[in-house]
T-cell receptor, first 116, second 111 residues
């Protein structure tokens, strides 16, 4: 049981390049999330998914796209990377929200992205 | 939106009790309050969750007043390994699934 895994762990991009970050979970969770973390900013939600085939915008969605074609995978895409997207990206997953009690999120180890 | 406010940093000596307070004035009726801990170069991990009054587990206690507009995470007898950033999390007012982490509180435990 690996929990939540993220690939790659580290990546350097040039401005304008594209890439996809992969998140995978083996806990059969319905919900999946992508966050970015910048110094002094805490974690900010980029996009999330409440189930296979569905996605929704979070707090800072601009410049990113996501897809949830399979329940266990959640992809984050950068079509044209910008230096402002230099950050650490965390993926998380959780069971469905039930009765108002927000289920615990399980986080991956993070992907460090540097855009030059 | 149910944003949260926490102190940016706190220092404590080993063996002391540490209390970190989070303000969440716009918490929704059905929302729970969740606290996470994050060590450097790692993703956050769950510490404790509660709705009202007091919740205790093997790691911490969570105190929530009746108006639920704030909460206090209490760490008993901290050790050096408790040095981390602590986040308070609540859902937003609209009842959607957006999740807003606070700015986090950087706790430094001093020997």
């Amino acid at each position: 049981n690996a929990g939540v895994t993220q690939t790659p762990k580290f990546r350097v991009l040039k401005t304008g390049q594209s890439m996809t970050l992969l998140c995978a979970q083996d806990m059969n969770h319905e919900y999946m999330y992508w966050y970015r973390q910048d110094p002094g900013m805490g974690l900010r939600l980029i996009h999330y998914s409440v189930g296979e085939g569905t996605t929704a915008k979070g707090e800072v969605p601009d410049g990113y796209n996501v897809s949830r074609l399979k329940k266990q995978n959640f992809l984050l895409g950068l079509e044209s990377a910008a230096p402002s997207q230099t950050s650490v990206y965390f993926c998380a997953s959780s069971y469905s929200l039930a009765g108002g009690k927000r289920e615990t999120q399980y986080f991956g180890p993070g992907t460090r992205l540097l855009v030059l | 939106l149910a944003k949260t406010t926490q102190p940016i940093s706190m220092d404590s000596y080993e063996g002391q009790e540490v209390n970190i307070t989070c303000s969440h004035n716009n918490i929704a009726t059905n929302d729970y309050i969740t606290w996470y801990q994050q060590f450097p170069s790692q993703g956050p991990r769950f510490i404790i969750q509660g709705y009202k009054t007091k919740v205790t587990n093997e790691v911490a206690s969570l105190f929530i007043p009746a108006d639920r507009k704030s909460s206090t995470l209490s760490l008993p007898r901290v050790s050096l390994s408790d040095t981390a950033v602590y986040y308070c999390l609540v859902g937003d007012e609209g009842g959607a699934n957006n999740l807003f982490f606070g700015t986090g509180t950087r706790l430094t435990v001093i020997p």
